[in-house]
Nanobody
């Protein structure tokens, strides 16, 4: 079992930056594929960025060049650095951990990001 706690959301003006953090409890954090997803009310939850054990990353086209995902296995933490934020980035952002060996997946409670002037 893995518990995930996100932090770092908030209100920011267009063009601004935020850094989201997700701390995982439990063992074997380093084997998990970690991801950030976002969801607008009434819409599906979409992948924003993911990072595998070896550090390889993947991004949604809409955030490439603006967002950076990283992980610190010693701290059981994954980050999402978000720069050049746009109003369309407004959403609830969720942290996800997936075990690639048994496909078990876990979600955090979400953190609201609002980009508005």
């Amino acid at each position: 079992q893995v518990q995930l706690v996100e932090s770092g959301g908030g209100l920011v003006q267009p063009g601004g930056s935020l850094r989201l953090s997700c701390v995982a409890s439990g063992s074997s954090f380093s084997v998990y594929i970690m991801g950030w997803y976002r969801q607008d009310p009434g819409k599906q939850r979409d992948l924003v960025a993911s990072i595998i054990v070896g550090g390889g990353t993947d991004y949604a086209d809409s955030v490439k060049g603006r967002f950076t995902i990283s992980r610190d296995n010693a701290k059981n933490t994954v980050y999402l650095q978000m720069n050049s934020l746009k109003p369309e980035d407004t959403a609830v952002y969720y942290c996800n951990a997936r075990n690639p060996f048994n496909n078990n997946a876990y979600w955090g409670q979400g953190t609201q990001v609002t980009v508005s002037s």
